[in-house]
């Protein structure tokens, strides 16, 4: 199942640096969990609706967001991607564009939880991993 994921993520991320985010949304399990880098605005670990209101609220804080994945890395049940995300603060001309590590961990029934860090090492060691 692992190449299927790693497919699975390139064909979502194909959406995604077009700002099309609803493959994200329709793949979340019920009790899918969102754990942001420590560097991220209200950074925490959310579930279920709590998680869908965070992403909505980051991605809406952009006009223009999209996200790009530079290197997906097979690991099994998960996925280590990186990511580029683009998207101008709302309010603002100055386009803006942050590197970030993410492991997607799937299960049967979808998409079960993502995983954000600011460093590929970091996101490497959470998927069991090295360098």
Known sequence: ??????????????????GDFSLLFAAMTDDFEFVTAAEMPDAGSYRGQEAREWLTAYMESFDGFTMEATE???????????????????????????????????????????????????ALEAAGLSE
């Open 1 to 18: 199942m692992s190449q299927e994921n790693v497919e699975a993520i390139r064909a979502a991320f194909e959406h995604y640096s077009r």
């Open 72 to 122: 997906v890395i097979d690991a099994g049940d998960k996925a280590v991607s990186a990511v580029l995300q683009r998207g101008r603060p709302r309010g603002s001309e100055i386009p803006v564009e942050s590197r970030w590590w993410q492991v997607v961990t799937f299960r049967d029934d979808g998409l079960a939880k993502v995983e954000m860090f600011s460093q590929r090492h970091q």
